[in-house]
């Protein structure tokens, strides 16, 4: 099993609200908000399945769900996170598996801080 470092990023992470304000527009405010609920779940849960496969040295799944990440993330903005899957992807097809650790712990930090973002959402487009 690879050991994971716990660390606490400030990375900030890059919504595309342009990509979000489409979406929103195209679907409706209410089932707008709906996809975001479900992307949150999905992307939450992905996140923690890479963590595990990445934990368990098993790079075929944590590239699939990488892969998973890459397809979804930008459909709802989440721009930074697609960009660390990528990352992510290249690090496994290379084998470079002492760097995996570190990658996975940074996508996981800027995913939770990108899922945090979205949450607001609702919050931020009653404000507006």
């Known amino acids: 099993m690879a050991d994971i470092i716990a660390f606490r990023s400030n990375e900030v992470p890059k919504l595309?609200?342009?990509e979000i304000h489409i979406l929103l527009s195209e679907l409706g405010?209410?089932?707008g908000l709906r996809?975001?609920?479900r992307v949150l779940f999905e992307v939450s849960d992905?996140?923690?399945q890479l963590e595990m496969a990445i934990y368990e040295k098993d790079m075929q799944n944590a590239r699939r769900i990488a892969g998973s990440l890459k397809t979804?993330?930008?459909q709802v903005g989440l721009d930074s996170v697609c960009?660390?899957?990528c990352q992510l992807i290249e690090v496994i097809d290379s084998g470079?598996?002492?760097i995996m650790p570190v990658i996975c712990q940074r996508m996981v930090c800027l995913g939770e801080a990108s899922l945090f973002q979205l949450a607001e959402l609702p919050r931020?487009?009653?404000d507006q």
């Open 16 to 18: 595309n609200y342009d």
């Open 29 to 31: 405010t209410q089932q």
């Open 35 to 37: 996809v975001f609920e």
């Open 46 to 48: 992905k996140l923690c």
């Open 72 to 74: 979804l993330c930008p």
């Open 83 to 85: 960009g660390v899957a």
């Open 96 to 98: 470079d598996l002492a």
């Open 124 to 126: 931020v487009l009653a």
